[in-house]
C-alpha cells in the first residue's frame, strides 16, 4: 500500500499490459473527452509515448516484429532491467498510438506523428501475429520474443529462430478484445481494408473453436483448439470484443473518433464535451 506522504510505485515492474493499460489510455482520452483544452493530458500522453519508444519499444529476432518489452528493477543492484514480454492487453496502443498520432498538436504531417502511426500499424501487425501463428488462430495471453541482435553474425546463427513463444502460464484465450480494438480504430482513421481481413480471419476462428449452443467459451490453450471451449465466457466478449467486431464491418460507421466520440476503457462510446454543450444548446433553443 501507498502509505506514504508522497506517491511511489506499488511493484518494482512497468508495463504497458495488465494493470497498467487503462492509465496510459485515459491521459489521451481525457484529453480527447474535454475538447482538446486540458493540455495538461496530452502532455501526460506524448511523455509517456516518447518513454515507450526510448526505453521499451522492441524488434524481435528474426523477422523484427515491433512489440512493447515490460522493464523491472532490482533495488540491490540498482539496475533495470527488460523483459522481453507483452501482454494481449498491451495490444490496446496499436489503435491508441493511430488516434493521438491523428490528434497530435504538432499536425498530422509531423514526426511525432508519423512516427507513432507508424509504430501504431507495427504493433497492430504484431497482435494479428499473436493470432495467426498459433494452431486454432487465436492468440495466447501473453508472449515472450526473442531478442533482436544487431550483428550480422548474430543474426545469421539465429535466423531459423521463431520469433516468439507463448509465455510461462499463458496459453489461454479468454475472448480478449484489444487486438480487434486496435484494428476498428486503425481501419476507421486510414480505410485499410487489411484491418478487417485480418478482423475477420479472427473472428472465423472464434466462431469455429470458441461457439457452443448457448455462448461463446474460452479455450484452455491455443495450440490444442481441439479440447473445445470451457465452460465459461468474461463479460468483456460482450461489452468490447463483439462491439469492435460489429464497427469493424458495419458499412455505415456514424462515428467520429476524431472530432465527436471517444470510447473509455470498456468500449463504451461516448460524446465529448463540446458535442454534449452542443446539444444543451439546441434544447434551449426548442423551449
Known sequence: DNTNDKPSFGTNNISFGSFADSKYEYMLKIWLQGGKVESMY????DKSVQ?????????????????????????????????????????????ALALGAYTDPLGFDSWRAQRDLQTAKALAYTCY?????????????????????????TTAAKATTPDFKIAENARYYILRPETIETFYILHHLTKDPVYREWGWEIFQAIECFCRTDVAYGSLRDVNIPAEGPEDRMES??????????????????????LNKHVFNTEAHPIRTFPELNKEHSNRGQCI
Open 42 to 45: 496530452r502532455e501526460m500522453w
Open 51 to 95: 518513454g515507450m519508444h526510448d526505453v521499451l519499444l522492441q524488434r524481435s529476432h528474426p523477422s523484427g516484429l515491433r512489440y512493447i518489452a515490460e522493464s523491472f528493477s532490482d533495488p540491490k543492484e540498482r539496475k533495470t532491467f527488460l523483459k522481453y514480454r507483452m501482454d494481449h492487453l498491451a495490444c490496446f496502443m496499436g489503435g
Open 129 to 153: 501475429q499473436m493470432y495467426a501463428q498459433s494452431r486454432s488462430g487465436l492468440s495466447p495471453e501473453a508472449l515472450t520474443f526473442n531478442k533482436f541482435y544487431g550483428d550480422e553474425e
Open 236 to 257: 468483456f466478449f460482450l461489452a468490447e470484443t463483439l462491439k469492435y467486431f460489429y464497427l469493424l464491418f458495419h458499412p455505415d460507421d456514424q462515428l467520429d473518433l
